[in-house]
């Protein structure tokens, strides 16, 4: 496996279940992020870990728990979801967030597709 | 905050001719990052092009070159000799240099391109 995989790629659930999303990088970057991509808006950053520490959590409700054991894996832990979570989730990667430059760019995986019932 | 804008929900052009996609942006900052992305029905996104707000000359990559007008905050695209592949939602984005902004990647609403042969 080559740059950022994500699993699974479609997801059904529905608002009782817990499931959990996955994404390895194969970049050997130390930040890791997720976003939510829904139909007609800009993508939004929902959590970033650099060196396995969370950085940032933009205001995301507690139903998404995201779970960094080391700098490659990063979980998002979905609980109680509600249907407007139903959305397009992307992870990325970066070297990290401290280093300067527009070439510390952010490589993304493929997405999970997630419809919530 | 920043904030990205792309007008153009949708666009298209002929294979092998050009076209450009708009994108503007909102900033009190002097020292950014400006992004290209690409996102194709595969889903993966990737980075098409970059542009350092210090330097004045615009960036090219191949058959994409971009459009950087600070004073205006504006950064588009243009895409020469379209190809079919070329096909995809394309995304601007921004990105600061410092601060506590500094690693996010601020999105704009995407802009689907159609390519027809």
């Known amino acids: 496996e080559t740059g950022v995989t994500q699993t699974p790629r479609h997801l059904v659930m529905g608002m009782t279940n817990k499931k959990s999303l996955k994404c390895e990088q194969h970049?050997?970057?130390?930040?890791m992020y997720w976003y939510k991509q829904s139909a007609k808006k800009p993508l939004e950053l929902m959590f970033v870990?650099?060196?396995?520490?969370?950085?940032e959590n933009n205001s995301v409700p507690s139903r998404f728990s995201p779970e960094c054991p080391n700098s490659s894996h990063l979980f998002l832990h979905l609980h109680t979801l509600q249907p407007e979570d139903s959305a397009l989730y992307l992870c990325a990667s970066s070297q990290d967030i401290g280093t300067s430059g527009a070439y510390n760019e952010q490589f993304f995986g493929p997405g999970t597709r997630l419809t919530v019932l | 905050a920043q904030t990205v804008t792309q007008s153009q929900p949708e666009m298209s052009v002929q294979e092998a001719e050009t076209v450009t996609l708009s994108c503007t942006y909102d900033t009190s900052e002097s020292d950014y990052y400006l992004f290209w992305y690409k996102q194709p029905p595969s889903r993966q996104m990737i980075l098409v092009i970059r542009q350092e707000a210090y330097k004045q000359q615009n960036a090219t990559e191949n058959r994409f070159s971009v459009n950087f007008q600070k004073a205006a905050k504006s950064f588009s695209l243009k895409i020469s000799d379209s190809q079919l592949g070329d096909a995809a939602m394309y995304f601007c984005?921004?990105?600061?240099?410092?601060?506590?902004?500094?690693?996010?990647?601020?999105f704009g609403q995407g802009t689907i391109l159609t390519v027809h042969p």
């Open positions: 970049l050997g970057h130390n930040a």
């Open positions: 870990y650099n060196f396995k520490e969370q950085t």
């Open positions: 984005a921004y990105r600061s240099a410092w601060g506590t902004s500094y690693g996010k990647l601020t």
